[in-house]
């Protein structure tokens, strides 16, 4: 596979899946881990962006298993957090306080979906509060006597006071959630420059375009503590839906998007293969590692005003992929691109034509393309984007 150069595809196929997938793929993980070396190649796991957080679920994984078995050192604080009553006194129940203040901030710090996967919330925060601090000492014979004189009432304030905490808490972690991804959405949409001139923020994308803010919340949750990584992924997310969409929108923002491809393939020029499948396939190639890196950072811009005022809730109509080109057309992209006129004709009409031949063809006519009248250029755009 490697030699047919779909090796790095799998790569990132397989991360992609796993971590689409987790936990239920989660016992293949130390298997695809070990065929691609993720290990010995730490330092490159930039390559792709699911591979990060597949490290860490992987080891979250691992530790619920151990931790989850009998007779680990932090397997009654664990049960108590996943499945302790909620209400009641935690006086009367057999935990180590210095242990499970370093359970819930270790989780916190390292795993922090475990805690919403596995734990109460409510239950939680009673046991934060419980042991802020270090260890808590439970109450005196005097206090004790107190609490026996008063234990009806005691027991109903409680319960009471418990009940309330239960009701609430969980919207309170839900609303924190919500402006925890706002504040991520609002950091992706700030890299770019001219976002705040234009009007364009997390309040106008939520009434705009409430698909993409969607898809942006789910990356923003996901990789919560993984700035730079989150970012690619909004990125990779909004290019997806970008090319998916460029097809079908008005013909002034069809020949800026063929005006941005046919820069972009000058800069790849020296990469025939890349650039090949960038043009056969843009939607495919920007999501394998690091390849957004060759978006100048206007088209990426550009890529998230489109998405952000046009992908709303409409029908969206297929596009007939194909389109007659005119003779005279064809004899001028032969005379720009340098390529002879049998060759240009297979890059046309054929998936099979060489890919310095795609490369150079196919940016002399993307640049063709932004110069013809739109009477003509409006029946082939869609097509060729």
């Keep these: 596979m490697a030699d047919l150069g779909h090796y790095a595809r799998i790569e990132a196929w397989l991360a992609q899946l796993l971590a689409e997938r987790f936990p239920r793929g989660a016992d293949l993980f130390p298997k695809v881990a070990e065929y691609f070396h993720w290990t010995a190649r730490a330092h490159e796991l930039g390559i792709h962006p699911a591979i990060p957080w597949l490290f860490n679920a992987h080891e979250g994984h691992s530790l619920v298993r151990e931790i989850e078995t009998p007779g680990h050192a932090y397997h009654r604080e664990w049960a108590e957090l996943a499945r302790g009553k909620p209400d009641g006194l935690l006086w009367f ?25 596995h734990w109460q919330p409510a239950l939680v925060a009673r046991w934060e ?170 088209y990426q811009y550009r890529m998230f005003s489109v998405v952000h005022d046009q992908y709303d809730d409409r029908e969206w109509a297929l596009v007939h992929k194909n389109a007659s080109i005119p003779g005279e057309l064809i004899g001028r992209l032969i005379k720009r691109s340098g390529v002879p006129e049998a060759r240009v004709r297979k890059v046309l009409s054929s998936s099979m034509a060489p890919e310095a031949d795609v490369c150079r063809t196919m940016g002399s006519f993307y640049e063709l393309l932004t110069e013809i009248p739109a009477k003509e250029a409006s029946q082939i755009l869609p097509a060729v984007l």
């Excluded at 935990?95 to 390292?110: G, Q």
């Design 93 to 117: 129940r057999a935990i180590d306080k210095p242990r499970m203040a370093n359970l819930i901030a270790t989780v916190r710090r390292d795993y922090p979906w475990l805690e919403q996967e």
């Design 129 to 298: 509060k419980k042991v802020e601090g270090g260890g808590v000492k439970g109450p005196g014979a005097w206090t004790w006597a107190i609490i026996a004189f008063l234990a009806l009432s005691a027991i109903g304030r409680l319960a009471g006071s418990d009940s309330s905490q239960i009701d609430h808490n969980p919207a309170a972690v839900a609303a924190l959630s919500a402006a925890n991804t706002d504040k991520h959405i609002a950091e992706f949409i700030g890299t770019f420059p001219y976002a705040s001139a234009d009007g364009r923020s997390v309040e106008t994308l939520r009434v705009e375009s409430p698909k993409t803010y969607a898809t942006l919340q789910r990356v923003a949750a996901e990789f919560d503590t993984l700035d730079e990584a989150r970012n690619r992924i909004m990125m990779r997310e909004i290019t997806e839906t970008y090319y998916l969409i460029i097809d079908k929108l008005p013909y002034e923002l069809q020949v800026a998007d063929a005006r941005f491809r046919a820069a972009m393939i000058k800069k790849m020029k020296d990469n025939p293969r890349g650039c090949a499948d960038f043009i056969r396939n843009p939607r495919t190639y920007l999501r394998q590692g690091n390849s957004t890196a060759y978006i100048a950072p206007d």
